[in-house]
């Protein structure tokens, strides 16, 4: 058992996931911080039990009417079947004699076990995948380990391991489908192929709109190809092979969704967003006729790159980075990164455009511009990889840039889960337009630290809809200072947190301290065939 543990601690692989499993662990609240998710919870909890799928008090601001009269969500099915087993394991727990007295508190037993298990398990496995296509893509395995880490930590998937929406579930299937795609367009390995393929078309559960992923997967083996200057025969081939495999496998999952709309809403053609225009005009006459895709053009794509309330740019500095490397190395580039750069920019711009028109083009109660986190984030964290592959013939000025915009990154990726976002969101309401919400956020953490929020005008009572956000906007979003912060849990077990809090604080010191060990001892291939590191 020693000798294994020995092996597993020499072992990069494990190194990164149980890096990305300690990230998790300790910047969660315990709640699910968001209302979304809060929602999507209550229609897995209506799939094994008698509850609804909506709250009656969330209709008519949440939920449509479907078959019989009943009110459903309108999210897909996809992040509630994600969180069917450990809904399944908190509600088991949360009957126990133990927590008798606790129960019916926030935050519940249920949202914890859910949102430690769920987003845990989700860090973890996109770690994993994130590696094991950064290693295909034939970056040395410490450039790898830095670019997970760099998206762990440096990108707003941080924020979204906290407030636990559908975006980094989306991420985590999106980088499998590129990753598996890559290596069978590589290897020929025809499992690989459909492993890829079913991990893009799950993603369809989630949200339809990741179609524009599936589609970025195979412009990215096209554009490889191309670039490679793959025969006009082997194109084909290859290309009939890809749908005669791939097209099943997405129709079968589209096949799925279309199932759960009939069962819903009772068709096959429409979307939740025909019926939920329909239901408002109905609600409120005086919207316009092509609501909910009434907002001009140029607000949303440019308020996405610009608005100091959701630029990406501001939230993820990141991508910054990423376009000036491309820029500078373009040419240096291998066929693959510039593949996967075309690509990954390409869905971004996509992602933008088309939510642009969108009623609620910024995402609406988010950090930042949810809508398209996940596709900035597949072009950020490529940035610290690129880096610290061509640091040594980039000179010393655009290295010690890159070092400080990594820097900053990781600074407001902390400073995001500092307080729970709904904090800023009550702020604004007060303020006039533009808000520097990142600014406001660094603002937050300062006066909360000298313990200046009423002098310096920042929160006050009134801010809030009810006590539960009150007290959950007036203390550190981590899980022991929100139950200490409550006060309906018995002193001893919010010092267990604590302390549970403060060890996993230190192993994660550590286990950051033992990879930089272990790739710096050269005890890890640095450049490795792709076959070899399929997970």
């Known amino acids: ?25 300790v910047v969660q609240s315990g709640d699910l911080d968001s209302a979304d998710t809060a929602r999507r919870l209550q229609t897995t909890h209506s799939f094994w039990t008698s509850a609804a799928p909506v709250l009656p008090g969330d209709y008519p601001d949440f939920g449509l009417r479907g078959c019989g009269g009943k009110i459903y969500a309108w999210y897909g099915i996809g992040q509630s079947l994600l969180m069917l087993p450990a809904d399944v394991v908190g509600t088991g ?18 949202a914890i076990v859910v949102s430690y298990s769920t987003n845990m398990l989700v860090n973890v496995l996109t770690a994993l995948v994130c590696l094991r296509f950064l290693l295909l893509l034939r970056f040395s395995m410490p450039e790898a380990a830095a670019g997970v880490l760099a998206l762990v930590a440096c990108t707003t998937h941080l924020h979204y391991t906290q407030n636990m929406m559908e975006n980094n579930y989306i991420l985590l299937l999106t980088l499998g489908g590129f990753s598996f795609q890559h290596e069978w367009l590589r290897t020929g390995n025809q499992r690989a192929l459909s ?4 991990a893009l078309g799950l993603n369809l559960l989630t949200r339809l709109t990741t179609g524009m992923d599936l589609i970025a997967a195979a412009v990215f083996l096209l554009l490889l190809l191309w670039m490679e200057s793959a025969s006009p025969d082997t194109i084909w081939k290859r290309g009939l092979l890809y749908v005669r495999t791939a097209l099943p496998i997405y129709a079968f999952f589209f096949l799925i969704d279309r199932l759960y709309q009939f069962h819903r809403f009772g068709s096959f053609l429409n979307t939740y967003v025909s019926l939920f225009a329909a239901e408002q005009r109905q609600l409120r006459p005086e919207l316009p006729a092509s609501f909910p895709f009434e907002t001009p053009f140029h607000i949303g794509f440019f308020g996405a790159l610009f608005a100091p309330e959701k630029s990406i740019f501001l939230f993820d500095p990141l991508l910054l980075l990423t376009i000036l490397l491309a820029a500078l190395l373009w040419k240096r580039l291998s066929p693959e990164l510039r593949a996967y750069l075309v690509s990954a920019l390409l869905l971004l711009l996509t992602y933008v455009s088309f939510y642009a028109r969108y009623t609620v083009w910024s995402g609406d109660s988010a950090w930042g511009d949810r809508y398209v986190s996940t ?27 890159g070092l400080a915009i990594v820097a900053a990154s990781a600074a407001i990726q902390a400073a995001s889960v500092a ?5 800023e969101l009550y702020q604004i309401m007060t303020r006039n337009p533009p808000t520097f919400i990142v600014g406001l956020r660094f603002q937050n953490i300062v006066a909360f630290a000298l313990g200046k929020m009423d002098q310096w005008g920042l929160t006050n009572s009134a801010m809030a809809d009810d006590a539960w956000d009150y007290v959950h906007i007036t203390t550190w979003n981590f899980f ?17 947190a604590f302390a549970t809090w403060g060890v996993g604080l230190l192993l994660l010191g550590w286990v950051l301290w033992r990879l ?18 399929a997970l």
């Open 93 to 110: 727990l949360e009957k126990l004699p133990v927590f008798q007295d606790y129960n019916g508190n926030d935050p519940s037993v249920r």
């Open 375 to 401: 596709a900035v984030d597949l072009a950020a964290f490529i940035s610290v990889p690129l880096l610290l592959r061509y640091r040594a013939t980039l000179g010393r000025f655009v290295p010690a840039v």
């Open 419 to 423: 307080f729970w976002l709904e904090l």
């Open 195 to 198: 492993i890829g393929s079913a």
């Open 1 to 25: 058992m020693m000798n294994r543990l020995r092996r597993w601690l020499r072992d990069p692989r494990f190194l990164v996931s149980l890096a990305a499993c300690l990230i998790a662990f």
């Open 516 to 533: 930089r060990e272990v790739l710096r001892s050269g005890g890890v291939n640095q450049l490795t065939e792709p076959a070899q590191h």
């Open 480 to 496: 022991p200072f929100v139950l200490r912060r409550v006060g309906s849990a018995p002193g001893w077990v919010v010092g267990i």
